[in-house]
Protein backbone atom coordinates (compact mmCIF):
# COMPACT_ATOMS: atom_id res chain seq x y z
CA UNK A 1 0.00 0.00 0.00
CA UNK A 2 2.49 2.90 -0.84
CA UNK A 3 0.47 5.76 -1.17
CA UNK A 4 3.19 8.04 0.26
CA UNK A 5 6.40 6.76 1.97
CA UNK A 6 9.18 8.37 3.63
CA UNK A 7 13.04 6.49 4.09
CA UNK A 8 13.37 7.28 8.17
CA UNK A 9 10.10 8.26 9.70
CA UNK A 10 12.12 9.05 12.96
CA UNK A 11 13.26 12.88 11.11
CA UNK A 12 9.51 13.79 10.89
CA UNK A 13 7.80 15.66 13.52
CA UNK A 14 6.40 14.01 16.54
CA UNK A 15 2.67 14.01 17.82
CA UNK A 16 2.16 13.29 21.25
CA UNK A 17 -0.34 13.60 23.99
CA UNK A 18 0.78 16.62 25.80
CA UNK A 19 0.28 15.51 29.95
CA UNK A 20 -0.93 11.39 29.27
CA UNK A 21 -2.24 11.84 33.21
CA UNK A 22 -4.79 14.41 32.23
CA UNK A 23 -5.94 13.11 28.86
CA UNK A 24 -8.94 11.37 28.45
CA UNK A 25 -8.97 8.34 26.00
CA UNK A 26 -12.04 7.85 23.56
CA UNK A 27 -13.35 4.39 24.86
CA UNK A 28 -15.09 2.05 21.92
CA UNK A 29 -18.47 2.65 21.53
CA UNK A 30 -18.97 0.22 17.94
CA UNK A 31 -17.66 -1.65 16.12
CA UNK A 32 -19.05 -2.61 12.27
CA UNK A 33 -18.02 -4.48 9.18
CA UNK A 34 -18.81 -2.55 5.91
CA UNK A 35 -20.80 -5.10 3.39
CA UNK A 36 -19.09 -4.99 0.09
CA UNK A 37 -21.53 -3.55 -2.97
CA UNK A 38 -20.69 -2.20 -6.29
CA UNK A 39 -20.75 1.79 -7.59
CA UNK A 40 -20.83 3.79 -10.87
CA UNK A 41 -20.27 1.50 -14.01
CA UNK A 42 -19.59 -1.80 -11.56
CA UNK A 43 -16.40 -1.11 -9.38
CA UNK A 44 -16.33 -2.74 -6.26
CA UNK A 45 -16.79 -0.70 -2.52
CA UNK A 46 -17.24 -1.48 1.02
CA UNK A 47 -19.88 0.59 2.25
CA UNK A 48 -17.90 1.83 5.57
CA UNK A 49 -20.49 3.38 7.52
CA UNK A 50 -23.35 0.75 7.12
CA UNK A 51 -24.67 0.21 10.33
CA UNK A 52 -23.73 3.69 12.11
CA UNK A 53 -25.99 6.13 12.79
CA UNK A 54 -26.44 9.70 11.38
CA UNK A 55 -25.71 11.08 14.54
CA UNK A 56 -22.51 9.18 15.48
CA UNK A 57 -21.33 10.21 11.68
CA UNK A 58 -22.24 14.18 11.64
CA UNK A 59 -20.80 16.00 9.74
CA UNK A 60 -19.80 12.64 7.82
CA UNK A 61 -22.65 11.45 4.88
CA UNK A 62 -21.15 8.54 2.80
CA UNK A 63 -17.47 6.42 2.83
CA UNK A 64 -16.89 4.05 0.32
CA UNK A 65 -13.28 2.26 0.20
CA UNK A 66 -12.91 1.66 -3.56
CA UNK A 67 -11.21 -1.69 -4.25
CA UNK A 68 -8.54 -2.88 -3.21
CA UNK A 69 -8.81 -4.47 -6.41
CA UNK A 70 -6.40 -5.80 -9.06
CA UNK A 71 -7.77 -5.15 -12.69
CA UNK A 72 -7.36 -7.40 -15.32
CA UNK A 73 -7.06 -5.17 -18.88
CA UNK A 74 -9.99 -3.79 -20.10
CA UNK A 75 -11.53 -4.76 -16.46
CA UNK A 76 -11.50 -1.10 -14.92
CA UNK A 77 -14.17 0.97 -14.29
CA UNK A 78 -15.24 4.69 -13.16
CA UNK A 79 -19.16 6.88 -12.55
CA UNK A 80 -20.70 8.34 -15.30
CA UNK A 81 -21.47 12.19 -15.36
CA UNK A 82 -23.64 12.71 -12.42
CA UNK A 83 -24.71 15.64 -10.51
CA UNK A 84 -24.09 16.51 -6.32
CA UNK A 85 -25.51 19.41 -4.23
CA UNK A 86 -25.03 20.36 -0.73
CA UNK A 87 -21.91 18.55 0.55
CA UNK A 88 -18.55 17.86 0.01
CA UNK A 89 -16.75 14.67 -1.91
CA UNK A 90 -13.11 13.70 -0.89
CA UNK A 91 -11.62 11.48 -3.22
CA UNK A 92 -8.39 9.86 -1.97
CA UNK A 93 -6.21 7.53 -4.12
CA UNK A 94 -3.85 5.19 -2.20
CA UNK A 95 -3.08 3.35 -5.34
CA UNK A 96 -3.93 3.62 -8.69
CA UNK A 97 -5.36 6.18 -10.80
CA UNK A 98 -8.56 8.09 -11.28
CA UNK A 99 -9.04 10.71 -13.45
CA UNK A 100 -11.87 13.74 -12.57
CA UNK A 101 -13.51 16.20 -14.83
CA UNK A 102 -16.28 18.81 -13.86
CA UNK A 103 -18.59 21.37 -15.08
CA UNK A 104 -16.97 24.34 -13.79
CA UNK A 105 -13.87 23.29 -15.49
CA UNK A 106 -11.53 21.41 -12.77
CA UNK A 107 -10.30 17.75 -12.86
CA UNK A 108 -7.63 16.14 -13.14
CA UNK A 109 -5.57 13.16 -12.44
CA UNK A 110 -5.92 11.54 -8.71
CA UNK A 111 -3.15 8.82 -8.25
CA UNK A 112 -1.14 7.29 -6.20
CA UNK A 113 -1.78 9.10 -2.55
CA UNK A 114 -3.10 11.88 -4.21
CA UNK A 115 -6.55 13.62 -2.89
CA UNK A 116 -9.26 15.76 -4.86
CA UNK A 117 -11.58 17.88 -2.87
CA UNK A 118 -14.54 18.92 -4.19
CA UNK A 119 -17.07 21.24 -3.12
CA UNK A 120 -20.45 20.46 -5.02
CA UNK A 121 -22.50 23.25 -3.01
CA UNK A 122 -24.87 24.78 -5.04
CA UNK A 123 -24.25 22.43 -7.52
CA UNK A 124 -21.93 20.66 -10.68
CA UNK A 125 -22.11 17.88 -12.60
CA UNK A 126 -18.81 15.18 -12.64
CA UNK A 127 -17.14 11.81 -13.49
CA UNK A 128 -14.73 9.31 -12.57
CA UNK A 129 -12.74 7.31 -14.62
CA UNK A 130 -9.34 5.24 -15.21
CA UNK A 131 -7.61 6.77 -17.86
CA UNK A 132 -7.39 4.76 -21.02
CA UNK A 133 -3.93 3.42 -20.50
CA UNK A 134 -5.20 2.02 -17.10
CA UNK A 135 -8.03 0.44 -18.95
CA UNK A 136 -5.67 -1.38 -21.65
CA UNK A 137 -3.40 -2.54 -18.90
CA UNK A 138 -5.39 -3.02 -15.87
CA UNK A 139 -3.65 -2.54 -12.63
CA UNK A 140 -3.77 -2.22 -8.82
CA UNK A 141 -6.56 0.16 -8.15
CA UNK A 142 -7.48 0.95 -4.36
CA UNK A 143 -8.93 4.54 -2.92
CA UNK A 144 -11.36 6.24 -0.46
CA UNK A 145 -14.44 8.86 -1.12
CA UNK A 146 -15.61 10.57 2.05
CA UNK A 147 -18.80 12.67 1.68
CA UNK A 148 -18.37 15.66 4.00
CA UNK A 149 -21.72 17.50 4.79
CA UNK A 150 -22.06 21.19 4.68
CA UNK A 151 -24.34 22.97 7.17
CA UNK A 152 -27.54 25.10 5.89
CA UNK A 153 -25.80 28.37 5.86
CA UNK A 154 -23.33 27.02 3.50
CA UNK A 155 -24.62 24.23 1.56
CA UNK A 156 -25.69 26.91 -1.49
CA UNK A 157 -21.85 28.17 -1.62
CA UNK A 158 -20.10 27.71 -5.48
CA UNK A 159 -18.79 25.27 -6.30
CA UNK A 160 -15.25 24.89 -6.06
CA UNK A 161 -11.81 22.10 -6.46
CA UNK A 162 -9.15 21.67 -4.39
CA UNK A 163 -5.95 19.24 -6.19
CA UNK A 164 -4.30 17.72 -3.08
CA UNK A 165 -1.01 16.45 -4.67
CA UNK A 166 1.11 13.67 -2.84
CA UNK A 167 3.75 16.02 -1.81
CA UNK A 168 1.30 18.04 0.14
CA UNK A 169 0.58 15.94 2.67
CA UNK A 170 1.82 16.92 5.84
CA UNK A 171 3.44 13.53 7.40
CA UNK A 172 4.40 12.77 11.00
CA UNK A 173 4.87 10.05 13.56
CA UNK A 174 4.87 8.66 16.74
CA UNK A 175 7.33 9.22 19.71
CA UNK A 176 8.74 5.56 18.94
CA UNK A 177 8.23 6.14 14.61
CA UNK A 178 6.10 3.11 14.58
CA UNK A 179 3.40 4.94 12.50
CA UNK A 180 3.67 7.18 9.66
CA UNK A 181 0.87 9.91 10.04
CA UNK A 182 -0.72 11.10 6.68
CA UNK A 183 -2.53 14.54 7.53
CA UNK A 184 -4.35 15.23 4.41
CA UNK A 185 -6.93 17.53 6.62
CA UNK A 186 -7.23 19.55 10.15
CA UNK A 187 -4.65 19.52 12.54
CA UNK A 188 -2.85 16.63 14.66
CA UNK A 189 -0.86 18.08 17.14
CA UNK A 190 2.38 20.86 15.75
CA UNK A 191 1.19 19.12 11.66
CA UNK A 192 -1.91 20.95 9.61
CA UNK A 193 -3.07 19.06 6.47
CA UNK A 194 -3.38 20.35 3.28
CA UNK A 195 -6.93 20.26 2.92
CA UNK A 196 -9.25 23.50 3.68
CA UNK A 197 -12.78 22.53 4.37
CA UNK A 198 -15.91 24.49 4.81
CA UNK A 199 -16.81 21.98 7.87
CA UNK A 200 -14.01 21.54 10.19
CA UNK A 201 -12.95 18.50 9.86
CA UNK A 202 -9.32 16.14 10.18
CA UNK A 203 -8.46 12.88 7.71
CA UNK A 204 -5.22 10.83 9.01
CA UNK A 205 -4.26 7.91 6.98
CA UNK A 206 -1.82 6.26 9.56
CA UNK A 207 0.34 2.90 8.40
CA UNK A 208 1.33 1.21 11.87
CA UNK A 209 4.16 -0.84 12.22
CA UNK A 210 3.46 -4.57 13.66
CA UNK A 211 3.15 -4.45 17.54
CA UNK A 212 3.57 -0.61 17.63
CA UNK A 213 1.04 1.87 19.21
CA UNK A 214 -0.51 4.76 18.23
CA UNK A 215 -1.69 7.39 21.00
CA UNK A 216 -2.71 10.89 19.66
CA UNK A 217 -4.52 14.17 20.48
CA UNK A 218 -7.68 14.37 19.16
CA UNK A 219 -10.02 17.60 19.31
CA UNK A 220 -12.33 16.86 22.11
CA UNK A 221 -15.59 18.48 19.97
CA UNK A 222 -15.21 16.04 17.20
CA UNK A 223 -16.47 13.01 16.37
CA UNK A 224 -14.17 10.23 16.08
CA UNK A 225 -14.49 6.87 13.87
CA UNK A 226 -11.63 4.46 12.78
CA UNK A 227 -11.79 2.55 9.23
CA UNK A 228 -9.38 -0.37 8.96
CA UNK A 229 -7.93 -0.50 5.49
CA UNK A 230 -6.03 -3.59 5.56
CA UNK A 231 -4.36 -5.53 8.66
CA UNK A 232 -5.28 -6.35 11.84
CA UNK A 233 -4.81 -4.74 15.44
CA UNK A 234 -6.85 -3.51 18.22
CA UNK A 235 -8.61 0.09 19.24
CA UNK A 236 -9.38 2.14 22.60
CA UNK A 237 -7.13 0.87 25.56
CA UNK A 238 -9.98 -1.83 25.78
CA UNK A 239 -7.92 -3.29 23.06
CA UNK A 240 -11.01 -4.48 20.63
CA UNK A 241 -9.50 -6.66 18.22
CA UNK A 242 -10.21 -4.83 14.26
CA UNK A 243 -9.56 -5.92 10.65
CA UNK A 244 -9.69 -4.98 7.32
CA UNK A 245 -13.14 -3.04 6.76
CA UNK A 246 -14.34 -2.85 9.78
CA UNK A 247 -15.13 1.12 11.23
CA UNK A 248 -14.73 1.63 14.94
CA UNK A 249 -16.94 4.37 16.72
CA UNK A 250 -15.38 6.02 19.54
CA UNK A 251 -16.93 8.20 22.66
CA UNK A 252 -16.16 11.17 24.02
CA UNK A 253 -12.31 12.44 25.14
CA UNK A 254 -9.06 13.89 23.61
CA UNK A 255 -7.34 11.16 23.00
CA UNK A 256 -7.34 8.26 20.64
CA UNK A 257 -5.51 5.04 21.11
CA UNK A 258 -4.59 2.07 18.38
CA UNK A 259 -2.47 -0.96 18.15
CA UNK A 260 -1.72 -2.88 14.96
CA UNK A 261 -1.20 -6.60 15.59
CA UNK A 262 2.44 -8.07 15.96
CA UNK A 263 1.65 -10.37 13.07
CA UNK A 264 0.18 -9.25 9.99
CA UNK A 265 -1.29 -11.25 6.76
CA UNK A 266 0.28 -11.90 3.95
CA UNK A 267 -1.19 -9.19 1.73
CA UNK A 268 0.21 -6.07 3.73
CA UNK A 269 3.14 -5.24 5.68
CA UNK A 270 1.37 -2.71 8.43
CA UNK A 271 -2.05 -2.30 9.91
CA UNK A 272 -3.07 0.85 7.62
CA UNK A 273 -5.94 2.90 9.47
CA UNK A 274 -8.16 5.76 8.10
CA UNK A 275 -8.81 8.06 11.15
CA UNK A 276 -11.54 10.85 10.40
CA UNK A 277 -13.45 13.18 12.82
CA UNK A 278 -14.96 16.94 12.35
CA UNK A 279 -17.34 19.10 14.48
CA UNK A 280 -20.92 17.80 14.35
CA UNK A 281 -23.54 20.29 12.69
CA UNK A 282 -26.26 18.78 14.25
CA UNK A 283 -29.46 19.88 11.88
CA UNK A 284 -31.47 18.06 10.22
CA UNK A 285 -30.58 15.56 6.85
CA UNK A 286 -32.63 15.01 3.96
CA UNK A 287 -30.47 12.93 1.80
CA UNK A 288 -31.32 11.05 -1.66
CA UNK A 289 -28.95 9.99 -3.91
CA UNK A 290 -26.57 12.66 -5.14
CA UNK A 291 -28.19 15.46 -2.65
CA UNK A 292 -27.68 16.24 0.99
CA UNK A 293 -29.79 18.79 2.20
CA UNK A 294 -31.88 19.88 5.32
CA UNK A 295 -35.66 19.28 4.20
CA UNK A 296 -37.16 17.28 1.62
CA UNK A 297 -38.70 20.28 -0.40
CA UNK A 298 -34.95 21.43 -0.96
CA UNK A 299 -34.34 17.69 -2.00
CA UNK A 300 -37.18 17.93 -4.44
CA UNK A 301 -35.61 21.48 -5.47
CA UNK A 302 -32.50 19.90 -6.27
CA UNK A 303 -33.83 17.75 -8.57
CA UNK A 304 -36.08 19.95 -10.49
CA UNK A 305 -32.94 22.44 -10.96
CA UNK A 306 -30.75 18.97 -12.36
CA UNK A 307 -33.51 18.17 -14.67
CA UNK A 308 -34.02 22.02 -15.63
CA UNK A 309 -30.05 22.10 -16.56
CA UNK A 310 -29.02 24.49 -13.26
CA UNK A 311 -26.55 22.11 -11.55
CA UNK A 312 -24.14 23.00 -14.18
CA UNK A 313 -23.23 21.34 -18.42
CA UNK A 314 -21.38 18.77 -19.55
CA UNK A 315 -18.39 20.72 -21.51
CA UNK A 316 -18.10 20.81 -25.30
CA UNK A 317 -15.05 19.16 -24.84
CA UNK A 318 -14.14 16.52 -22.47
CA UNK A 319 -12.87 13.45 -24.07
CA UNK A 320 -15.21 11.18 -22.16
Known sequence: MPAVSVANRLE?????VVDPTQSVVRPVVQVTTAPRGFEGEGFPVRRAFAGVTDEALDPFIHMDQMGEIDYG?????GTPWHPHRGFETVTYMIEGTFEHADSIGGGGVIANGAT???????????????????????????G???WVNLPSSKKMVDPRYQDLLPDDVALATTPDGGALLRVIAGDLGPVKGPGSTL????????SVSPGAEVRIPWNKRYNALAYVLAGDGTVGEERRPVTSGQLTVFGHGDTL????????DSRTAEFEVLILGGEPIREPVAKYGPFVMNTRAELVQAFEDFEAGRLGAIPARHDQ
Not at 12 to 16: F, T
Not at 73 to 77: F, I, L, R, V, Y
Not at 126 to 138: A, C, F, Q, R, W
Not at 257 to 264: C, K, L, Y
Request: proline share 11%.
Open 73 to 77: PGEPK
Open 12 to 16: LPKVV
Open 116 to 142: QWMTAGAGILHIEKPPETLVMSGGLFH
Open 199 to 206: TPISLVHA
Open 144 to 146: IQL
Open 257 to 264: VMTAADVQ
